[in-house]
């Protein structure tokens, strides 16, 4: 059975200081990553994506993947009250995201202390 | 560019009784998927439509629930009967492609009484 792990948190961070966020996977095969911010009782927002080893960036948000490892981690810069959500960690097998039903993690909580 | 729209936002129903989900995915998106988060566990898959078809229905948890995506626009799942443990948030996603990441809408909380 495919799984996603993440550690549940809360993660506290102090407001100006990196956040990391990680995660672990079962399925080997799995070739596509992703991550989604969630706000309580909205949407889950795609942030990242990732689909080769080493590291993406984008902003204040920078995504690692290490295949070998079967890990994935999402590290945010300056991290603000704003960032405060839970970051939920998906994977699927397809590259591209589309063509399968991602597996989710449970999500971390992070709370950005000002 | 509107979003993924889902209706209800939220629906309180009695045991026994048939509730009825709507997802309008992002203009253009010939993918939709299904996905539920019942209290205290991650969101699952439950089936996947490519336009009208259904491509994986590997995640539906039993024959009570249907879904269908009759003109490869809207889809509608359907929960009949309803039991307690249905409840949870009922979230539907759109991709463009396969390539392309999925986008979710903001989910219909159902609560089964």
């Known amino acids: 059975q495919k799984e996603v792990e993440q550690n549940s948190g809360p993660l506290s961070v102090p407001e100006g200081a990196i956040a990391s966020l990680n995660c672990t996977y079962s399925?080997?095969?799995?070739?596509?990553f992703f991550w989604y911010r969630q706000y309580s009782g909205k949407s889950p927002e795609l942030i990242m994506s990732?689909?080769?080893?080493g590291d993406k960036e984008d902003g204040r948000f920078t995504a690692q993947l290490n295949k070998a490892s079967q890990y994935v981690s999402l590290l945010i810069r300056d991290s603000q009250p704003s960032d405060s959500a839970t970051y939920l960690c998906?994977?699927?097998?397809?590259?591209?995201?589309?063509?399968?039903?991602?597996?989710f993690g449970k999500g971390t909580h992070l709370i950005i202390q000002p | 560019e509107a979003g993924v729209t889902q209706f209800p936002s939220h629906s309180v129903i009695e045991k026994g009784q048939t509730v009825t989900l709507r997802c309008d995915p992002i203009?253009?998106?010939?993918?939709l998927y299904w996905y539920r988060r019942v209290m205290g566990k991650e969101i699952k898959f439950l089936l996947h439509?490519?336009?009208?078809?259904?491509?994986?229905e590997s995640g539906m948890p039993n024959n009570r629930f249907l879904a269908e995506r009759t003109g490869g626009t809207y889809s509608t799942l359907k929960v009949q009967p309803a039991e307690l443990e249905d409840s949870g948030v009922y979230f539907c996603?759109?991709?463009?492609?396969?390539?392309?990441?999925?986008?979710f809408g903001p989910g219909t909380r159902l609560t089964v009484l």
């Open positions: 996603a759109s991709s463009q492609d396969l390539s392309q990441p999925q986008y």
């Open positions: 399925d080997r095969v799995s070739q596509s």
């Open positions: 990732i689909y080769s080893n």
């Open positions: 998906a994977v699927n097998p397809q590259r591209g995201g589309g063509a399968d039903g991602l597996t």
């Open positions: 203009s253009g998106h010939d993918n």
């Open positions: 439509f490519v336009k009208e078809s259904k491509q994986d």
